[in-house]
């Protein structure tokens, strides 16, 4: 009985009639670790637009997916190095670029410059008589000293001084940053004739100074026993002048 005992112990792990055997769990992966593909960075994000298909050179395609010789194909790891600092980066044939993105969204959200409704003559700096009579000159500067610029919402303005005929003066300006264009003229008929006005010029709304181009001129004619008589004058001159905003 003893020895049957044992015999039958000793078939118990290979005959047909055996208690199954318990599979061994998987042995941990020994394949290395490539240590060149690139992680996704959550803080530069991803290099390419995700919805911009690109070839395989791509950001996205390079960076998580392995060639056939285990490194990352194209020259993802690269692109996702521009990323993560703001240079440009090449995906599908199209080039982007963190750093000009944002300095173009910081100048476009620059406020516009406000336009002032009124701009007055507060003295003369500078006074250059281009042509006309010695003798004009005095008051010609003080028709630049006195000079007010009115500026309308719809691009329009009016323009008044002193001791002038054909004032005041219309015209149109315009603003690009911080200076303002300006140009009129006023045609003024008269019993023997016409005079007519122009006035052109800028004004610095940041130093508050305005340079004002003038240029007048009359003509007449007349005819007396027959015979016809004409004169024509014209006075022009350019000033720079500071100015008050209102």
């Given at each position: 009985?003893?020895?049957?005992?044992?015999?039958?112990?000793?078939?118990?792990?290979?005959?047909?009639?055996?208690?199954?055997?318990?599979?061994?769990?998987?042995?941990?992966?020994?394949?290395?670790v490539d240590a060149?593909?690139?992680a996704t960075d959550?803080?530069?994000?991803?290099?390419?637009?995700?919805?911009?298909?690109?070839?395989?050179?791509?950001?996205?395609?390079?960076?998580?997916?392995?060639?056939?010789?285990?490194?990352?194909?194209?020259?993802?790891?690269?692109?996702?190095?521009?990323?993560?600092?703001?240079?440009?980066?090449?995906?599908?044939?199209?080039?982007?670029?963190?750093?000009?993105?944002?300095?173009?969204?910081?100048?476009?959200?620059?406020?516009?410059?406000?336009?002032?409704?009124?701009?007055?003559?507060?003295?003369?700096?500078?006074?250059?008589?281009?042509?006309?009579?010695?003798?004009?000159?005095?008051?010609?500067?003080?028709?630049?000293?006195?000079?007010?610029?009115?500026?309308?919402?719809?691009?329009?303005?009016?323009?008044?001084?002193?001791?002038?005929?054909?004032?005041?003066?219309?015209?149109?300006?315009?603003?690009?940053?911080?200076?303002?264009?300006?140009?009129?003229?006023?045609?003024?008929?008269?019993?023997?004739?016409?005079?007519?006005?122009?006035?052109?010029?800028?004004?610095?709304?940041?130093?508050?100074?305005?340079?004002?181009?003038?240029?007048?001129?009359?003509?007449?004619?007349?005819?007396?026993?027959?015979?016809?008589?004409?004169?024509?004058?014209?006075?022009?001159?350019?000033?720079?002048?500071?100015?008050?905003?209102?």
């Amino acid at each position: 009985m003893l020895v049957l005992l044992t015999a039958c112990g000793g078939n118990s792990s290979g005959g047909t009639g055996s208690s199954p055997d318990v599979a061994a769990p998987p042995a941990p992966s020994t394949a290395p670790v490539d240590a060149s593909a690139p992680a996704t960075d959550p803080a530069s994000g991803p290099a390419t637009d995700p919805g911009t298909p690109g070839d395989g050179s791509s950001s996205g395609d390079g960076g998580g997916t392995p060639d056939d010789r285990g490194t990352p194909s194209g020259d993802g790891g690269t692109s996702s190095d521009g990323g993560g600092t703001g240079g440009s980066t090449t995906s599908g044939g199209s080039t982007t670029s963190g750093t000009d993105s944002g300095a173009d969204s910081g100048t476009d959200s620059r406020p516009a410059p406000t336009v002032p409704g009124e701009v007055r003559a507060t003295g003369l700096t500078g006074f250059q008589m281009v042509q006309g009579l010695p003798s004009w000159q005095p008051a010609a500067q003080n028709r630049a000293a006195n000079a007010v610029l009115d500026l309308y919402p719809d691009g329009s303005f009016s323009f008044t001084t002193v001791d002038t005929v054909g004032v005041p003066v219309g015209g149109r300006y315009t603003v690009s940053g911080e200076e303002l264009d300006f140009e009129g003229q006023s045609v003024t008929q008269g019993p023997a004739g016409s005079s007519t006005l122009e006035v052109q010029g800028s004004v610095d709304l940041a130093g508050r100074t305005m340079t004002l181009r003038w240029v007048g001129s009359t003509g007449m004619g007349a005819v007396v026993n027959g015979q016809s008589f004409a004169s024509a004058n014209t006075v022009a001159w350019n000033a720079r002048i500071p100015v008050a905003l209102g």
